[in-house]
C-alpha cells in the first residue's frame, strides 16, 4: 500500500519539524507510513498521485487573502500544489484532509471565498458538529461538541459548491467540510498536543497571532485543553483511507 504524505508549508524548519512529528503521533504511523514533501522548496512532483495514496496539510504563516502580487514565489508554489491536490481529492482521483491555511487554499482553488472576517485567537476553541457532521463517516464518531486549537486570521466565507459543513462554532461558521468522499477540511488543528503546540507559539510569538506579553497566559490554556477528540479524528483518517 502506498503511503500518506504530509505536505508542508511552514517556511520556518523547526515548526514543520514539529507538524510533521505531531501529524505522525496523532495518526499512529512513522517515516514509512506518512512521508514528508517540502512546498517550500519544491513543487508538487508529477507523480504525486500515484506516489502517495493521500495527503495532509498543515498550517503556515502565509495567508490565501494576501494580494496575489505581494505573495512570495515559495507561497506562489504552495498555492499551486495545493490546489492540483484539492481539484484531484475533490473528483475522487486522491484523499486529502487540509488544516488551517491548507483549507483557505483549498477552498479557494475549488471556488469557495476566504475572508480576514473569521480570525480566532490562539488557543482551545469549541467546535460544534453539525447534523452532516455527525452523519459523516470520519467525523461522526467524535463527540457532538469537543475543544480544538486554532491560531488564524481568515476563514471560509462560502464553501465550494458541493461541499458539506461538518463542524462549525460561533467565531468562525466553517470549522469543518467535506467535498465529495475523500477531501476534508479543517479551521482548527486537529494534529497537536497541548505541549507540542505551546512549542510551535514560541516559533511564532511574534508573528500576530497573540500578544507576545500574554504567552504565559495564552499557554496555559493550551495546555489545560482537552484535545482527544481532534487527535481521534486523525487516527481514523489514517487507518479509513
Known sequence: MAPLVYLCVRPQVDAADGEYASFQHAMGVDDAGLERWNLVEDALPDDAFDRWRGFVVGGSPFNTTDADDTKPVEQRRIETGLGAVARAAASGRTTALFTCFGIGVASRALGGEVTRDYPERTGPTGIRLTEEGRRDPLFGDLAAEFSALTAHKEGISRLPEGAVLLATNHDCPVQ?????????ATQFHPEPTGVAFTERMTIYRNHGYFDAND???????????????????????????
Request: glycine residues 2%; proline residues 3%; positive net charge.
Open 215 to 241: 504567552f504565559d497566559a495564552v499557554a496555559a490554556r493550551v495546555l489545560a485543553a482537552d484535545l482527544d477528540e481532534p487527535q481521534r479524528l486523525l487516527r481514523r483518517f489514517a487507518a479509513s483511507f
Open 176 to 184: 469543518a467540510y467535506r467535498l465529495g468522499h475523500r477531501l476534508y
